[in-house]
């Protein structure tokens, strides 16, 4: 095979994986979001039926003919020649590991496991979920073994989603914020409490959607190219730069709940909105890794969202739509709310200080779980002994628990550590992104484009075309560096509590 | 190939056809809901290479050989397997007239024309459309002439819906249809008007939209089976029998319109959740035709859903949700308001008297279409002639004249004749249903079901397993007869306006 011949029969290759996985994400997107429930097993049939037919072109031996021809003339081709090659033929890598049956089996078995979570959590029924929580696992376990049977199964699976992350970079990060966040976190509990009580009213659904729209709007959302749907967990999804997806959830009682959500999902859809014209249709279309996603998602949530500028910029727009309930509230009080920050059951509503702790224990739990050391069934109570460890908090129940969370049922064991990782990332952006602009500034005007435009520029455009490691080297002028987070979080909440 | 290869190799063929479907059915339902915008164009892609896979697979060599084993042993087969073969190879043989890549230029240029279309219609615009339904028309035209050139081009299009069914039938239909009626609807502008002012108030859409869950409910309708969405233009899609999707549209001063979308929809989910079991995955699984469809679709909507019992039931629940603006009106005002019969601009907001002359207006307007005789830029013209002659009512715009139906734009010419004739198909199964069920109590008790189980017997659970022929001669224990169609409207608007 020439390399020309190579190169074009990757561009159909490349057409075909992207219809397939297009029609897949719509169908997943679809059943979380508006789907009727008992359409579940018929639409897992076809999920995996079409996986099934990307794992077949994916682990074809022409693939591997193209990739290797590709890659063979590594140094003549554009880098952006080489990185699809590379991107492809890690993910062939993956895929031949798993025959296609149990590939297929692997899909069904997710599908039927997003199902019963959803009733087990609703239900608060661990055992209801557990065996398919088992089965995961194990599948996660062999898959490890397989890829790499030298390494600790849960690099292996680390690596998944983060090329080159294992226990020896974690470890010490976790360390660290453990470390250092544990004494401000017990400072704070002994100063006053803020008052949140104006949160604690009903605020109109009705409402609350336009609030999202007037966000997104703030945000620099084109509502064309990115839409907002309903879920019980918010998450986002991007078939091309012309089509993401974001979700949110409304909660009478919780405005901020809804607020937080669409701006930490709106990061994510700005990353997917600003990967370059000319990627799209290709393997690279879509962010570098989880924590990189995470590092845009978290920095527009936490850095920009939950900033005293923002609040400033909120505050109107909240009196417009609820002028009976933010009565007597100022941009202080917003911040201050914004901002409480105290032990809690559930990651996603957590503040950004306690949060890191929220993904150490499920980082803590999942090596134990890969490694061998944890049964299933004794996850509960492992989970609950970590959250009266390290939060103080008692769990009531395993709805608020360890069931908490949808990862799992979809096969992602090993992708938490992205969020803390990834909120690492984002605070080591910020003083990078001050030398180039007045963040501050821009928020207050209430048009958050600039800074869009500088992640734009620095981070999305390139989609996968850097790796994580080049790309935090290529943005911030150096290495990863945690103390960067762990500066801005005693920073922050030092002057919000006077500590 | 041997009988049992054959029937094999069609299941496996049939497991692959649906998923398929399944995928294009559901990117489909997405671009129609909920999808952003700017997602068009890469989703016409990714269906219309979808659609390709589909063209492939149904003309593939084998496939002839599988449907013709089988056909060969049409006497030793079962039913079921005899009209899987058939219904296959009437699809097979309709694409494999056309090449795979017309086909799939075709799925691009009618996902396209939906688009544009769209735009078109709340611009009133209709230039910016005609290019595009001129293309549509060309190709139905080469398609049908492709297909038997002997015959009227429209003739074969038409037969496309309804098997066997041509100008022969349908003019002395609409014949029938115009010298019956125009009398009675030229009487009916003689009477006065009801008063139906109570409907020109605010219905909040909030408040509709609980109602369309009761109304739902009314029905027998399970929402774990079939969900509800929102489209400008309502419509239904069945992926299978556990998985109907309804659509509606919310109108703040129009909560009848709303109303009698999800009856209407909602018998055509009726249908699709009906379909027996031993059909599910087969090709068998849908609707009969598209006459057969709008016959439980118009069933509902009008012979019950516009009955004084189902009026009776209505009017509780309306006083409920809606005590300010139903203050006063009591069953009959309803039930004269829900039949208010007067010439008007738009069909599926047509009161079942004139209903039928808007779809013999687009008869004749696509017979002249397909026949050659009207040019495209001629049809806003020709449409507003006849909406004059035979309505007696001055167009204002496109939007409410020749662009106010999607049809043309997603390849359905042919089609609107399926109202008519699925409106007159239900007044033959009166009749009949009231030989065996006590209807108008079973209305009155407030549960479906009875009328739902009646139609699920003698016509949802069959699928496509009895052509429309054989359905209405095994419901109605006769042929088609149109005259059940005229009396009973005859009857029912004589006794509403005393003529």
Redesign the interface.
């Known amino acids: 095979m020439t390399l020309n011949d190579a190169l074009s029969k990757l561009t159909a290759l490349e057409?075909?994986l992207?219809?397939y996985s297009?029609?897949?994400g719509?169908?997943n997107?679809?059943g979380e979001?508006?789907?009727?429930?008992?359409?579940a097993?018929?639409?897992g049939?076809?999920m995996a039926?079409?996986s099934g037919i990307i794992h077949e072109k994916v682990t074809a031996g022409e693939t591997g003919e193209i990739l290797d021809t590709i890659l063979a003339h590594r140094d003549e081709v554009s880098l952006k020649d080489r990185r699809r090659a590379e991107v492809l033929k890690e993910q062939r890598d993956d895929l031949t590991l798993v025959p296609a049956d149990e590939f297929m089996a692997y899909q069904q078995l997710m599908a039927e496991a997003m199902q019963v979570w959803h009733d087990a959590k609703l239900a608060s029924d661990f055992a209801a979920y557990a065996p398919y929580l088992d089965r995961i696992i194990a599948y996660n376990r062999r898959f490890a073994e397989r890829k790499d049977a030298k390494r600790p199964a849960y690099d292996v699976l680390l690596d998944g989603y983060e090329k080159g992350l294992s226990h020896e970079t974690l470890d010490p990060f976790f360390e660290l914020l453990r470390g250092e966040l544990t004494p401000v976190i017990l400072a704070v509990a002994e100063k006053p409490r803020p008052d949140v009580a104006f949160l604690n009213q009903p605020y109109p659904i009705?409402l609350q959607k336009k609030f999202t729209d007037r966000v997104m709007q703030i945000m620099g959302i084109?509502?064309?190219?990115?839409?907002v749907?309903e879920t019980e967990h918010p998450f986002t999804d991007g078939?091309?730069k012309?089509?993401?997806?974001i979700t949110t959830h409304y909660h009478e009682d919780s405005v901020l709940s809804n607020l937080y959500s669409v701006v930490h999902e709106g990061g994510h859809a700005l990353y997917e909105l600003g990967v370059g014209d000319e990627l799209q249709g290709t393997v690279l279309a879509g962010g570098s890794s989880m924590s990189i996603h995470e590092s845009q998602s978290r920095f527009y949530e936490n850095i920009i969202g939950r900033s005293r500028a923002f609040c400033e910029v909120l505050l109107p727009e909240l009196k417009a739509l609820f002028p009976a309930q933010m009565a007597g509230v100022d941009e202080e009080k917003l911040y201050h709310a914004a901002n409480l920050a105290e032990p809690s059951l559930i990651r996603t509503e957590a503040d950004e200080l306690t949060y890191a702790m929220h993904v150490m224990i499920r980082y803590e739990l999942e090596k134990a779980m890969i490694g061998g050391d944890l049964k299933t069934d004794d996850i509960p109570g492992e989970w609950n002994r970590m959250y009266k460890k390290y939060l103080g908090i008692d769990v009531p129940d395993d709805r608020r628990g360890c069931l908490q969370d949808s990862h799992w049922s979809f096969g992602a064991i090993g992708y938490f550590p992205s969020y803390a990782l990834g909120s690492a990332y984002g605070a080591q952006m910020l003083p990078q992104m001050q030398k180039d602009i007045d963040v501050w500034s821009v928020v207050r005007s209430g048009d958050l484009k600039p800074i869009t435009a500088w992640l734009g520029e620095k981070i999305h455009h390139y989609g996968q075309l850097l790796t994580p490691n080049e790309l935090i080297l290529s943005a911030c002028g150096a290495p990863f560096d945690a103390h960067y987070y762990v500066d801005y979080l005693k920073g922050k909440y030092g002057e919000l509590y006077k500590l």
Do not use: K, Q, W
Request: one cysteine or more; proline letters at 5%; hydrophobic letters at 30%.
């Open positions: 057409t075909t992207r219809a297009h029609a897949i719509c169908l997107y679809d979001t508006v789907a009727p429930r008992n359409s097993p018929m639409r049939e076809t039926f079409l009705h084109n509502r064309d190219d990115c839409s749907g078939f091309n012309h089509d993401v997806r």
